[in-house]
């Protein structure tokens, strides 16, 4: 078992080795050691032929950690409890390495008995989402954090989380590469027109103001704008021009340079289909060298 110290300064949250904190709406139900030298991790979405599992990107990988099942309160819902842990792995500056939703990710049945052993989880095909995401500690170990949310033909829904130290000289698909490179997206949703106000948190700023501070730091908003139902297309691309340079202004005075920042005027553009990036917004993205 592998164990960090607490780094003062640093909340233990945001550690990579800390197994991610419990959605508050949620009850755990079983939790599991995962000690394997060759565990299942997809990267793409599954398919079951001839009684065996198909994905275009698989690796069976040397790790330890643990795996824990939770149930969702009644009052909440699966998409919070994604929304919570999504929050979390980008607080620690983790890299989503892939993700699906709905029918996409194929059959929850062949997720729930054949990857992850945990009937409870099979559900409907359309309403279960997947996401496997890495990050590197400060002493050279790496992490991955599986998320599996689904809801079950009872109404009931369900988290699995498997947070996985991975061995030494394993290949992990995506991680370590150039992709890496890129953090966020921060998601910043906005409302205005002559002036503008966005939605996001001190840890938001926090977390773009470090990933900034690195050397030769390059940091991308991206602006989007929801069509209105009688607005033109030039006037759409002009409310999310205006937003992104009035949100560039905002982190110029936080100490990201006029210098440092690119912006990408998307407008209503490039439709994307995750329900978390949705409407009126600016991603920020930060490429180091």
């Given amino acids: 078992m592998l164990f960090t110290a607490f780094l003062p300064g640093k909340p233990w ?13 949620s009850t755990l139900e079983t939790s599991t050691r995962i000690e394997s030298s060759g565990h ?26 643990e795996g824990r099942l939770y149930q969702v309160d009644r009052d909440s819902s699966r998409q919070k409890a994604r929304d919570h842990y999504l929050r979390l792995l980008q607080a620690r500056g983790a890299q989503v390495l892939f993700e699906c939703s709905s029918i996409a990710c194929g059959r929850s049945n062949v ?12 559900g409907r095909d359309a309403t279960q989402d997947y996401l496997v995401a890495g990050s590197t500690a400060a002493d050279g170990s790496r992490w991955l954090t599986l998320v599996y949310t689904v809801t079950r033909g009872n109404l009931r829904e369900y988290v699995w989380i498997e947070h996985l130290a991975v061995g030494s000289g394993a290949t992990v698909p995506g991680l370590g590469s150039a992709e890496s490179r890129v953090k966020g997206p921060v998601v910043v949703p906005w409302q205005g027109g002559i002036t503008f106000r966005f939605d996001w948190s001190a840890t938001d700023r926090r977390r773009i103001s470090e990933w900034a501070s690195a050397e030769g730091a390059t940091v991308v908003l991206t602006a989007f704008a929801a ?7 030039q006037d759409a691309m002009s409310r999310a021009g205006e937003a992104a340079a009035s949100l560039s202004e905002v982190l110029a005075k936080t100490g990201v340079s006029a210098g440092q920042q690119e912006v990408i005027v998307v407008g209503p553009a490039i ?9 009126d917004r600016v991603e920020i993205t930060v490429i180091t060298r």
């Avoid at 949250?13 to 959605?23: D, R």
């Avoid at 793409?44 to 330890?64: G, H």
């Avoid at 439709?271 to 409407?279: E, T």
């Fill in 13 to 25: 949250a945001a550690v990579p080795s800390a197994f991610p904190e419990a959605f508050a709406q």
């Fill in 111 to 122: 997720w729930a008995n054949k990857i992850f052993g945990q009937r409870v989880l099979y």
């Fill in 227 to 233: 069509l209105g139902g009688d607005e033109s297309f």
């Fill in 271 to 279: 439709p994307l289909s995750d329900p978390n990036r949705q409407g």
């Fill in 40 to 65: 299942l991790v997809l990267f793409s979405p599954v398919r079951e032929v001839n009684n065996q599992i198909r994905s275009e990107t698989m690796a069976r990988l040397p790790v330890s950690g």
